[in-house]
């Protein structure tokens, strides 16, 4: 079973609402989730997590601190080992591209509402992003 190194960008406006990219391809296709992908050869987690939120999302970020990682089956024996980073805008206006079919913010009570990759509220609620501290 091989091991595919991936990362996210966990991006919050000053509303602290997360910013969520409706994904348009496998896995979970149809599901919003954080703006990420796979790490092309030599780039780092943070790397990858900034390139990706930008090319889903149009946005400039800067990669904080890393709040978690997560293991998730490829389907085809397969594992993502995803690291997900807190992230700031520097730059760019939201426009989704790349796998994205849509990208939006949405408040700690609308990720109840719609349709998430498994268990994404529960990391981001584990991680304390929503808190105001």
Known sequence: ??????????ILD????VLL????????KGCWSVPGGSCEPG???A???ARE?????GLHVSIDRELWTARIPAGDGRVFEV???AATVVGGEVTPGDDADDARWFSEAELDTIPVTHDLAGYLRRAGVFDSN
């Open 1 to 10: 079973m091989g091991t595919i190194r991936a990362a996210s960008a966990v």
């Open 14 to 17: 000053h509303q602290r609402r």
């Open 21 to 28: 990219v409706l994904r348009g391809q496998e896995p979970e």
């Open 43 to 45: 780039e780092s987690y």
């Open 47 to 49: 790397e990858a997590a």
């Open 53 to 57: 939120a930008f090319e889903e999302t």
């Open 83 to 85: 690291h997900d980073f």
